[in-house]
């Protein structure tokens, strides 16, 4: 007799070879949006808006309908859809660079609007498909092609913060930081996109999870370096938590 050992989640139907570098965390996250989606019996509703940058090969594993946007527009697009279909589960799946550098201004306001849709944000503090330039999320000393020297805040200025920022539109509702670096983070991840996506479900307004992720090929280091990087670099300047939760005030 044969036993089940593992089985894909479903919507993660197409068997095609992973683009992602060895050892992204890519991977992982969608992964675990679509268990996430089939868990909560969505998926068949779900449009996702992907973007430019890694999150472009979305549309290569997921069977599911998908809009990519330019580059900075995920939220200007998925705000359109969702108002177009109100019905429908909508969410962005956006780097760091997109949501919040050229992307910052769309960001702001459709949080600020209150557009009930869902941002994941993959931070991984470069611009990684376009070679590992500095991204408005590369901390402080960070060395990245454009910062040969590590990020000086003199010339560069300080990194934007993410979570603390979209916490203070009124229109969010959720917004939380999580990482991948862990099983037990993974879970935790899985537990706080979950929460976003009830948070939209519910109609309480936007809601974000910003991804701390690692990017191997552009930080130069093994995965298993960089997951220890994002432990002892990032969690200093980008702490993991709930940074709004309109749900349970
Ligand atoms: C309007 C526009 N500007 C610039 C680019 C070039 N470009 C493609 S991806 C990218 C950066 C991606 O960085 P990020 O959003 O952090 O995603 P990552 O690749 O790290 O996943 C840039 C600048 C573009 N495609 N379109």
Same mark, same amino acid.
């Given at each position: 007799? +044969? ?6 989640? @479903? ?23 679509? +268990?996430?989606?089939?868990? &909560?019996? #969505? ?11 890694? @999150? ?7 069977? &599911? ?44 306001? $459709? ?7 869902? /941002?994941?944000? #993959? ?38 913060? #993410? ?12 917004? /939380?930081?999580?990482? &991948? ?14 929460? $976003?996506? +009830?948070?939209? #479900? ?7 999870? +910003? ?22 670099? &990032? ?15």
């Amino acid at each position: 007799m +044969e036993t089940l050992v593992f089985q894909k989640p @479903s919507r993660i139907k197409k068997d095609c070879k992973v683009t992602f570098c060895p050892g992204c965390d890519h991977g992982v996250a969608i992964r675990i949006i679509a +268990e996430l989606l089939d868990e &909560l019996g #969505i998926a068949d509703k779900t449009i996702v808006v992907s973007s430019i940058g890694c @999150s472009v090969f979305l549309n290569d594993y997921y069977d &599911l309908d998908i809009v990519e946007a330019p580059h900075g527009r995920a939220l200007a697009v998925a705000t359109g859809v969702k108002r177009a279909k109100p019905d429908k589960f909508v969410f962005t799946y956006q780097g760091d660079g997109d949501f919040a550098s050229i992307g910052l201004g769309e960001s702001m306001h $459709a949080l600020s609007r209150g557009e009930k849709v869902t /941002a994941i944000c #993959i931070n991984n503090t470069n611009y990684g498909m376009t070679g590992g330039q500095m991204a408005p999320t590369t901390i402080l000393g960070q060395k990245t092609t454009t910062t040969i020297n590590g990020r000086d805040a003199e010339v560069q200025g300080y990194p934007i913060k #993410i979570c603390e920022m979209a916490a203070v539109c009124d229109g969010a509702a959720f917004v /939380a930081r999580c990482s &991948l670096d862990s099983s037990k983070e993974i879970e935790n991840t899985k537990k706080m996109i979950k929460r $976003a996506f +009830e948070s939209q #479900i519910n109609g309480l307004g936007a809601s974000v999870v +910003e991804i701390l992720s690692i990017c191997p090929t552009n930080w130069r280091l093994s995965p298993q370096e960089s997951h220890e990087r994002v432990r002892r670099e &990032l969690y200093p300047v980008y702490p993991l938590g709930i940074y709004k939760d309109k749900a349970n005030k």
